[in-house]
T-cell receptor, first 113, second 114 residues
Framework: GAGVSQSPSNKVTEKGKDVELRCDPI?????LYWYRQSLGQGLEFLIY????????KSGLPSDRFSAERTGGSVSTLTIQRTQQEDSAVYLC???????????FGQGTRLTVV | GDSVTQMEGPVTLSEEAFLTINCTYT??????LFWYVQYPGEGLQLLLK?????DKGSNKGFEATYRKETTSFHLEKGSVQVSDSAVYFC?????????????FGKGTKLSVKP
């Protein structure tokens, strides 16, 4: 596709439920990132995939959060047993190489009620 | 660890006013520096970047100069327009290594009034 695509654009879920957020990066981009944007908190790095290397999971806030990237392309961020503090906009970005621009998707707005 | 600090908003200006949004960073080595912009209802977009000391990034009338001596990358525009109303994020990408992720400031909301 022309850009980074994220789905769904909005998700409302009940506390305690699991959710899956999807990211389709730009074709051919080897690096993929997930960030979380909370109100008044800026962007918080969650996880980074680079090619076939082991992902950098250092930003995941708890073991309820996990992500995978199948076939080096599509990525899914899973949040188990959602809590109200998980409410945020989850942003995905991809880039082609080490010194290239990162392109962001429009995000998934998650609301936990 | 590496970090970015930018001035807190919101910033409210009249059209044609001069804009400065301050950004300072803490990092080892020579990071790359970026300004991203998020217009209402849209995703983050790269506004400009600089990859080495004394480089000036520029785009859409915005400028920022990579100042190693003051570890700063302040965003400036000589005459803002209503269409510049957005949230602006300063970011750095650490030098080298395998991490590669962007580290963002908390963002500064700019509102330009006609």
């Amino acid at each position: 596709g022309a850009g980074v695509s994220q789905s769904p654009s909005n998700k409302v879920t009940e506390k305690g439920k699991d959710v899956e957020l999807r990211c389709d990066p730009i074709s051919g981009h080897t690096a993929l990132y997930w960030y979380r944007q909370s109100l008044g908190q800026g962007l918080e790095f969650l996880i980074y995939f680079q090619g076939n290397s082991a992902p950098d999971k250092s930003g995941l806030p708890s073991d309820r959060f996990s992500a995978e990237r199948t076939g080096g392309s599509v990525s899914t961020l899973t949040i188990q047993r959602t809590q109200q503090e998980d409410s945020a906009v989850y942003l995905c970005a991809s880039r082609a190489g080490q010194n290239t621009e990162a392109f962001f998707g429009q995000g998934t707005r998650l609301t936990v009620v | 660890g590496d970090s970015v600090t930018q001035m807190e908003g919101p910033v409210t200006l009249s059209e044609e006013a001069f804009l400065t949004i301050n950004c300072t960073y803490t990092a080892t080595g020579y990071p790359s520096l970026f300004w991203y912009v998020q217009y209402p209802g849209e995703g983050l977009q790269l506004l400009l970047k600089a990859t080495k000391a004394d480089d000036k990034g520029s785009n859409k009338g915005f400028e920022a100069t990579y100042r190693k001596e003051t570890t700063s990358f302040h965003l400036e525009k000589g005459s803002v327009q209503v269409s510049d109303s957005a949230v602006y994020f300063c970011a750095l990408r650490p030098y080298g290594g395998s991490q590669g992720n962007l580290i963002f400031g908390k963002g500064t909301k700019l509102s330009v009034k006609p």
